[in-house]
């Protein structure tokens, strides 16, 4: 099976299916997932993607899939936001440090991502193994953050690290992963599980017809020059994301990444990348994500 086709089909091709039995979560012994240090490198404004690293990116691929569920090890959350970031092969963090690397994109953000769970709770993503830092083990960092704002920091860490001996496993419990090699890479799971109570967790029985609670208003001036000014309306209180994308599909900006609560809002888009470096003429694609739901538009830059 080619890499691509994997992840699309092993990890993210969960719609309606569950990958791990109902009768294997309830069989495991059940504790919430155990929190350990951000670091000093985590960013805001990562983007919504499940392929964190670049195609050229040097090192071995691996693929990391899992389910997010709530005290009960049971109850899955859906709509949960989990980010994601790692060292390069080098033991470099992108953003902070200038990593030589195979990031042909000049993505600043190569190597971080957030994904969001399914309605069954299963999240996944691709990248590469990473590398060592300050002689600590290989890990993922992991930001979880359940809709109700629930948020856990934890780390992953993999049980073919030489680096990882009795003691670690005993003050990292949970968080040692198998790895298991196959020819499109390294495959591992991590099963998450917040301190949330069953009852707070909100259970859609038909998560792909979910209200309209947002909308994308007006798009002045369209076709811009300078500048667009995006007006937008959502409501109630939730995650908002908006997101510039060309016509390929590549991710160019993040205008907006965060809670909000309801109400109007606006903000204007001078045509640049994350970098702040000014983009080419053509049509790009405003996309919002609100509740699990997502509206498109397009805007056209002329220079």
Known sequence: MKRRTFIKNGILGTIGIAIIPGSIL?????????????????????????????????????????VVTADDCETP??????????????GCYSVFQECQSGNSNNDPY??????????????????????????????????????SGLELITQCYFEVDPLIDEDWEQNHPGLVIPLEETENGLVGEFNIVLNEEVSAVSVDSNPFSLPKRFS???????PFNNSIKIDFTINNFGYVDIGIYDIT???????????????????????????????????????????????????KLIK
């Open 216 to 222: 994308l208003d007006t798009l002045y001036p369209n």
């Open 110 to 147: 190569n190597l971080r991502g957030i994904i969001s769970t399914d309605q069954n709770g299963y999240y996944g993503f691709e990248s590469i193994f990473p590398g060592y830092y300050a002689g600590r083990p290989r890990h993922f960092h992991y930001k979880i953050t359940s809709p």
């Open 26 to 66: 309830s069989g495991r012994d059940c504790s919430t997932t155990h929190s350990d240090i951000l670091g000093p490198y985590w960013s805001h404004n990562h983007p919504r993607r499940t392929i964190l690293a670049n195609s050229e990116e040097p090192g071995t691929r691996i693929f990391i899939s899992g």
């Open 249 to 299: 599909g590549k991710w160019v900006s993040n205008l907006v990444g965060k809670k909000m609560h309801r109400g109007k809002y606006n903000i204007v888009w001078k045509g640049d990348n994350m970098v702040g470096k000014t983009v080419a003429s053509g049509t790009y694609l405003l996309m919002m994500k609100f509740g699990g739901s997502i509206q498109t538009k397009k805007i």
């Open 77 to 90: 959350i859906q709509n949960a936001l989990v980010d994601v970031w790692h060292a390069n092969d080098n």
